[in-house]
C-alpha cells in the first residue's frame, strides 16, 4: 500500500500535538524552606519532594531551596500567598500574630510528649486548614520539632536567674514568654544562632535538641536544660491557585506524598529527639530543672493559655478538646 503525502503530514501533525500538549504539562515548582539541609524537616522534605516528582511522573517538578537562600523565614508565607513561590515551608508558631490558632503550638507544659502533641495537631488541624484556605493556600503537612529545651552560659537555680539575659526568640510567642521570665527578647533565626552567641547579641535561647546539635550548641553555651517546654511544628503548603493549575495526577501526588511525609516526619522527629538528646548529654552539662524553675515556666505556660484562650474565643476549647 502506498503511503501519501498526505497521510505523512498527517501523522506528523498528531505527532507533533501530542509532543506540545506534553510539554505544556510539565510544571515546575520551586520550595522555600527556611532550615539547613543538616536538619531533619528539610531532609524530610527532600524525600516528599522526589517522592511527588517520581508519582507526578513528569507532569510537575519541584525543586527545594534551602537555608532562606529563596526568601527569608517571616518572608515565605507572603511569598507563597501572593505566588512568588508555589510552595513554602513555615514554623507554624511564627504566624500566631495573624491569627492565634498557631500561637497554641508554643504554649510552654500543654502538651508532654508526642502522643499528646499529635492530640493537639488534630483538635487543631481543622482551623489550620480553614485559615490557610481564607489566605489562598493549601497545607499539605505538618511536623513537630522534639521538645524544646533551655541552653545558657550560667546555670539556671530560679527563674530570677533569666531576668536581664538576652534571649533568642524567633516569633511572637516565645517573645512574650521571654518578657514574662524578665529576659530580653532578641530575634533570631534558626540558621544565625551560633553567629549570633559568638557576637554577644544572644546569652541563652530555648529551641529543640536537634537544632541545638546542628549548631553545636556546646561551642557557645555550657548548660542544656531538658525541660520539654512544648513542641513547635512546622507546616508545608501551597499556593491553591497554583495547585488548582496541576494535573489531576500531580495533585494527587502532593496529597499522598504529604500523607507519607507527616507519618515518616513524625515517626524521624522521635528518632531524633532520643539521639541528639544523648549527644547533648556527652557534650554539655545536662540538667533537667528543678522544681522551682519547672514551677514558674508553669506559671507562665498558665498565664499565656489564658491569653491565648481570650484571643481564640470558642473554638479554643474545640481545639483543645482531644486533649482532654
Known amino acids: 500500500m502506498r503511503t501519501t503525502y498526505k497521510s505523512l503530514m498527517a501523522a506528523a501533525v498528531a505527532v507533533s500535538s501530542t509532543l506540545s500538549f506534553s510539554v505544556v504539562a510539565q510544571t515546575t515548582w520551586n520550595m522555600a524552606t527556611p532550615y539547613s539541609e543538616a536538619e531533619f524537616h528539610t531532609q524530610n522534605i527532600q524525600k516528599f519532594v522526589a517522592e511527588v516528582n517520581q508519582k507526578a511522573a513528569g507532569d510537575l517538578k519541584i525543586t527545594v531551596h534551602s537555608a ?56 487543631q488541624r481543622p482551623f489550620v486548614d480553614a485559615y490557610m484556605k481564607e489566605q489562598g493556600m493549601r497545607l499539605i503537612y505538618a511536623v513537630p520539632w522534639p521538645g524544646q529545651g533551655f541552653y545558657t552560659k550560667n546555670e539556671i537555680k530560679t527563674i530570677a536567674d533569666m531576668q536581664g539575659v538576652k534571649f533568642r526568640t524567633y516569633n511572637s510567642t516565645t517573645e512574650k514568654m521571654a518578657t514574662l521570665m524578665k529576659a530580653v527578647p532578641t530575634t533570631v533565626e534558626a540558621v544565625e544562632i551560633p553567629q549570633a552567641f559568638s557576637a554577644g547579641i544572644v546569652d541563652a535561647m530555648v529551641t529543640s535538641a536537634a537544632t541545638g546539635v546542628r549548631t553545636e550548641a556546646w561551642t557557645f553555651a555550657n548548660y542544656y536544660y531538658d525541660t520539654q517546654a512544648w513542641m513547635p511544628k512546622n507546616m508545608i503548603y501551597v499556593n491553591e491557585a497554583a495547585f488548582k493549575k496541576l494535573t489531576p495526577k500531580a495533585q494527587q501526588a502532593i496529597i499522598e506524598a504529604g500523607k507519607t511525609a507527616e507519618t515518616r516526619g513524625w515517626k524521624m522527629s522521635e528518632e531524633v529527639f532520643t539521639t541528639t538528646t544523648n549527644k547533648l548529654k556527652e557534650k554539655m552539662k545536662y540538667r533537667t530543672a528543678n522544681e522551682a524553675v519547672t514551677k514558674s515556666l508553669a506559671q507562665i505556660g498558665d498565664v499565656m493559655s489564658v491569653s491565648w484562650a481570650e484571643a481564640v474565643g470558642p473554638n479554643a476549647e474545640k481545639i483543645l478538646a482531644p486533649l482532654r
Open 68 to 123: 532562606q537562600s529563596l526568601f527569608k523565614h517571616p518572608e515565605i508565607p507572603r511569598a507563597v500567598r501572593t505566588g512568588q513561590v508555589e510552595i513554602g515551608e513555615t514554623l507554624m508558631a511564627n504566624l500566631s500574630n495573624q491569627n492565634p490558632v498557631f500561637q497554641v503550638d508554643a504554649i510552654p507544659f500543654l502538651v508532654t510528649g508526642y502522643p499528646s502533641a499529635m492530640k493537639l495537631w488534630q483538635g
